[in-house]
Nanobody
Framework: VQLQASGGGLVQAGGPLRLSCADS????????VGWFRQAPGKEREFVAA????????NYADFVKGRFTISRDRVKNTVYLQMNSLKFEDTAVYYC???????????????WGQGTLVTVSS
C-alpha cells in the first residue's frame, strides 16, 4: 500500500473542497481508510474513516453534517468531501489505511504524505 493524498489548497470560509486518497499500488481495496488532520501547534486528530467496502463510516463530531467520506473501489480512491469549511479546519490532512474504520491513529498501518488545506476567514 502506498497512499497519496491530494486536493488540498486555499479556500474561503464556507466553501467546499474535496480531498482524494489514492493507492498507487492499487492494493488497499481490502483496507479501511481514515482521514486525520494536524493543525499548526496541535496534535493530530481523527476526522473520518470508512470501512473496506464502504458499508461503515465514522466521523468526528466536529465534521458531522459537513464532511462526507466515500470510496470508489474501481478507481481505488477514497474521497473526503468537505463543505461549509471553517477557518479552524485549516490543517494538513493525512489519509491512512488499516484494518478497521476506527478513530485511533495507532490502528492505521499505512500513511500518506498529507495535503495542506487552508481556509481563509
Amino acid at each position: 500500500v502506498q497512499l497519496q493524498a491530494s486536493g488540498g489548497g486555499l479556500v474561503q470560509a464556507g466553501g467546499p473542497l474535496r480531498l482524494s486518497c489514492a493507492d498507487s499500488k492499487r492494493t488497499f481495496s481490502n483496507n479501511a481508510v481514515g482521514w486525520f488532520r494536524q493543525a499548526p501547534g496541535k496534535e493530530r486528530e481523527f476526522v473520518a474513516a470508512i470501512s473496506w467496502n464502504g458499508g461503515d463510516t465514522n466521523y468526528a463530531d466536529f465534521v458531522k453534517g459537513r464532511f462526507t467520506i466515500s470510496r470508489d473501489r474501481v478507481k481505488n480512491t477514497v474521497y473526503l468531501q468537505m463543505n461549509s469549511l471553517k477557518f479552524e479546519d485549516t490543517a494538513v490532512y493525512y489519509c491512512a489505511a488499516g484494518s478497521r474504520a476506527v478513530i485511533q491513529s495507532s490502528r492505521y498501518i499505512y500513511w500518506g504524505q498529507g495535503t495542506l488545506v487552508t481556509v481563509s476567514s
